[in-house]
């Protein structure tokens, strides 16, 4: 166990809707970062919070957006779901200092029919 | 920006068999690299990480990974494969330094340890 949980689990949308996914850090830690997993790719960055503000992103149109809460906590928004947005979304959470490593939560499986 | 290549999409080895997994880098600067693996319905974990120092580390579960500079590699490597080593291993990279600190993953590699 990392100690990042992701809530839920699994999710069915329909196409257009909006969708939130939270996600709850390692104690401690201050760095918040999501990323898709598409089937049979690897993690793609999404973008990063840090002290509550977004802190780096990645190629994804501005229909994702997320928080941090001051308990390091955060979600990620996701509008006018696609349906190429069914995908694996990982939180991982980390320390804001140069030789960390991050720990992932076990995911979200978003499904968008 | 950076990318990771692993060249092994699926890899199938019987038990004891030794094990090596390729990756390799691109990026102009000094970076941090790992290696995580997923096994079937888990999270995401760490196996080993390089920042700097010994460019052999040793990791969990008997795995280890050379980083060569020169070649812009970090490659998995693991004597004699278990059944249980049966997963998705991904390397990964991160920049050191500036404000690009998220990490950079490669499109994986799916190991298939037969009993």
């Known amino acids: 166990e990392t100690g990042v949980t992701q809530s839920p689990t699994h999710l069915i949308k329909t196409r257009g809707q909006q969708v939130t996914l939270r996600c709850s850090s390692q104690s401690g830690h201050n760095t918040v970062s999501w990323y898709q997993q598409a089937l049979g790719q690897g993690p793609q960055f999404i973008f990063q919070y840090y002290r509550e503000e977004e802190n780096g992103r990645g190629n994804f149109p501005p229909r994702f957006s997320g928080l941090q809460f001051p308990n390091y906590s955060s979600e990620l928004n996701v509008n006018a779901l696609e349906l190429d947005d069914s995908a694996l979304y990982l939180c991982?959470?980390?320390?804001?200092?140069?030789?960390?490593?991050?720990?992932f939560g076990q995911g979200t499986r978003l499904t968008v029919v | 920006a950076q990318s990771v290549s692993q060249h092994n999409h699926h890899v199938i080895l019987s038990e004891a068999a030794s094990l090596e997994l390729g990756c390799n880098y691109s990026y102009g600067g000094t970076v941090n690299l790992f290696w995580y693996v997923q096994y079937p319905g888990q999270h995401l974990q760490l196996l080993l990480k390089?920042?700097?120092?010994?460019?052999l580390v040793k990791g969990i579960k008997g795995f280890e990974a050379e980083f060569i500079k020169s070649k812009f590699s970090f490659n998995l490597r693991k004597p004699s494969v278990q059944w249980s080593d049966t997963a998705e291993y991904f390397c990964a990279v991160k920049p050191r330094g500036g404000s690009a600190r998220q990490l950079t993953f490669g499109s994986g590699t799916q190991l298939t340890v037969l009993p």
């Open positions: 390089y920042f700097s120092g010994d460019p």
């Open positions: 991982a959470s980390s320390f804001r200092t140069e030789n960390t490593e991050a720990f």
